[in-house]
């Protein structure tokens, strides 16, 4: 079976999408299919577009987004129906909808993605405060989308609601697949074990990994980490992939932006998640979260917000803890402190993480998934 893979991202690009787009093609590829790249899609960013987007910021002072614009979506799909012309593949698929809303083909269109318009929508930050014609255009697009595929996957419970739920899409059309972890790991539960035993239990190491302090609830996890001070767990917070913009307490250790990119960067998140003892993500809004399959490669347990599609990346008490949203940080606290204490049921926990991750968070797992649904197709 041929498989068309269309992108506007570079699809060797680890860092693209969080790495799903070049993960996503490796374990096709490594599933047998025979692959065909339609990526690396030029957009069309027009005058108009630009005009629009200060006019509405500089008078009404809303969001425009132009990456919604149908003329953009059209020109993709225009570039890879140019390539399909000269194809003979069975199956075009794209991770997100972008480069297929608007394709015209006979051939079936899957496409993969971890949101909706409509779940999006004033849930991020970049997607609230919205004009009202990126609303109905934004909207507008992902009726196309859905309607114009003859599958979709989603990487989460939440999103393929949002899709029933906001665009009457039939359930039969949709598929639920999580994203994995977007890293290589040939770890054994004995080096799980070794990382458990080499953890020192003096001081708490908490993990924080986002480049958006704001929208990660960095301030939430500097709460958490100075209350556990306060009470005399001595903690440290690493923060990776931000600088927050204000001055932070000698228990905060920052490592800036880390790239996947480089021996030398994965070698240090690598050492990062090896010595912490939790990753902490109080995010106000997430899709998925592919970090929490990272942490788990490692039995490293996650802490971190019940909202958005997280529930499909952490299993409640399997591979970490879930918080509400307006959950106290003593809460966070109470659930370090119990845990720190209490050295078997934090090794049982790391060892249930890693489970998670052999069990279904990791690409070989997921991409026979994939594999097996596109064969089904």
Aim: overall charge neutral; proline content about 4%.
């Amino acid at each position: 079976m041929k498989i068309a893979f269309a992108s506007p991202f570079d699809t060797g690009n680890v860092d693209a999408w969080s790495g799903i787009v070049a993960y996503t093609f490796q374990s096709l590829q490594q599933a047998g299919f025979e692959m065909e790249t339609i990526d690396k899609l030029k957009p069309a960013y027009t005058v108009q577009a630009k005009l629009k987007k200060f006019f509405y910021s500089g008078i009404f002072s809303k969001k425009y987004l132009r990456e919604r614009e149908p003329k953009l979506l059209r020109h993709y799909a225009s570039q890879v129906g140019k390539a399909l012309a000269k194809s003979d593949c069975d199956i075009i698929f794209s991770p997100g909808n972008a480069a297929v809303a608007y394709l015209k083909t006979d051939k079936p269109i899957v496409f993969w993605a971890d949101a909706t318009f409509a779940g999006l929508l004033d849930f991020y930050p970049s997607f609230s405060n919205l004009c009202d014609e990126s609303i109905r255009k934004g909207n507008d697009i992902e009726q196309q989308a859905l309607s114009n595929c003859r599958l979709v996957i989603f990487s989460s419970e939440w999103a393929a609601r949002s899709a029933v739920e906001n665009y009457e899409i039939d359930q039969k059309k949709i598929r639920v697949l999580p994203f994995a972890a977007n890293i290589s790991c040939d770890r054994s539960e004995a080096d799980i074990e070794k990382l458990v035993r080499q953890k020192n239990g003096d001081v708490c190491r908490l993990l924080f990994l986002g480049v958006d302090w704001v929208r990660k609830g960095g301030d939430i996890a500097l709460e958490v980490a100075r209350r556990l001070n306060a009470r005399g767990i001595k903690t440290e917070l690493h923060i990776v992939g931000c600088e927050p913009a204000m001055p932070m307490p000698d228990f905060v250790i920052p490592h800036g932006f880390i790239s996947k990119n480089t021996d030398e960067g994965r070698a240090r998140l690598d050492a990062l998640f090896s010595a912490s003892h939790f990753l902490i993500l109080p995010t106000r809004a997430e899709c998925f979260g592919i970090v929490f399959a990272e942490a788990s490669s490692f039995g490293l347990p996650s802490l971190a917000s019940n909202v958005g599609g997280i529930p499909s990346a952490i299993r409640e008490g399997k591979n970490g803890h879930m918080f509400a949203l307006d959950t106290d940080p003593d809460e966070y606290c109470d659930c370090i402190a119990r845990l720190m204490t209490a050295p078997e049921a934090y090794r049982a926990l790391a060892l249930s993480s890693f489970a998670e991750y052999t069990d279904r968070l990791n690409w070989t797992t997921v991409g026979k998934q994939l594999a097996a649904i596109l064969r089904n197709l």
